[in-house]
């Protein structure tokens, strides 16, 4: 009897006999499906009959039948429980029927959910890129006081200046009726505690006149025009012949130098406007005022708080009680203003603070014209010192 391997044509399950089952019909022992055993190839006999699936190593013993013989050699197979298998099928029926019922609504609620997260985390990244809002505008009162913690704040202050003067002389110089412009261009330094220098150089109807008040520890000076510098008692008669001549610096180191430090100090009723802007592009809080009857307009620099233009408009009224209060000096220069119209414009540039000055930095190079007038009471020349010093006053000192 030869041994030969044949395959289950329902589940290709390898089966193993001999070739005395060659035509039998038999179930296949993995799938239990009948089969009739095919003829055996031509092959040596083996010393034994065999049926089983081609792994085993069973060896069954023939029987009264080949049949008999075969399930006798192989173990029965039980079935499986189809429970399990049901359950599954059911419940993936469900899920099915659940997905086809509930699944449009639930892809809306999804598709809603989602929209609305979206729209939550586009809301929260656009809060976090979008700026704050700006501060609240400042009032007048925390412009002053900003000013005054400004320039209290600073241990000493530079600035070029040019002042210009559109004035109408027909008060003081009957038919001239066209109005002059003065131009002047000053350099200022500030020190803690008393240490300045202002320098000056105007041009007026042909002429050119310089001066110079300063002070570098060694006590107060001022010179201009034909007169040759002095020494003088205070830091206020230095700097008065500069405002003779239009110069409005004085204000700046007022300021610098005050105890209170106040741009309201001197000047009343400031209120903020909407001014012009400056040419030089300074973003500038634009406050107006009035001193000593004078109408005037100040630019506070909104990052720095110090002063880039003052602007005096001319042409108000004196009142004669203040008007003796004042020196007599600074009596004859607003009186002479009061008599004028038109406007002075200074305005400041290349404004530096807390360069560490020493005292040597507030000394001058000014030196007079050639054979000054020794007497520190002539008065200049030129048309802004004659306006600013009537004559019949001429006679008298600096104060």
Known sequence: MSEFKFTCPNCQQNIQATSEYSG???????????????????????????????????????STSAAAAFYAAQPVRKKKPKTGLIVGLSLGGCAVAAAIICGPSLIKKFKHWDQADTTAQTTAQTATNTPPPPPPPLTTV??????????KGITDYSAQAKTVCSLDMSALMPGKTAPV???????????RTN?????????ATGTTVKGAAWSAGKGNFVGYGPVAPSKVKTREAALLPAASYF????????????????LAADVKDFTKTNGPSLANGQD????????????????VNKSTFLI????VILGGNIDQAELKKLPVAQRNVMLTMSKLKGTITETYDNIHTNQNLLASAFETAYQPPANPVAAPSQRPSSMAG?????RRNRGQQPQ
Not at 24 to 48: E, K
Not at 247 to 262: C, P, R, Y
Not at 386 to 390: E, F, G, S, T
Request: proline content about 6%; charged content about 10%; overall charge negative.
């Open 24 to 62: 039998l019909q038999i179930n296949c022992p993995s799938c239990q499906t009948a089969l009739v055993v095919p003829g055996a190839p031509d092959a040596p006999a083996p010393t034994g009959s065999r049926l089983s699936m081609a792994a085993s190593t069973a060896h069954p013993q023939a």
């Open 142 to 151: 925390e412009i002053l006081q900003n000013v005054g913690d400004a320039y």
């Open 181 to 191: 412009t003065i131009n002047t261009t000053s350099s200022m330094q500030l020190g």
């Open 195 to 203: 240490n300045y220098r202002l320098e000056w150089e105007q041009k």
């Open 247 to 262: 110069i409005l610096s004085g204000g700046i180191a007022d300021i610098f130098f005050s105890d209170t430090n106040s």
């Open 284 to 299: 500038c809080y634009v406050l107006a005022g009035e001193q000593n009857h004078l109408n005037l307009l100040v630019w």
């Open 308 to 311: 880039n233009q003052i602007e």
């Open 386 to 390: 004659q306006l600013a010093n009537p």
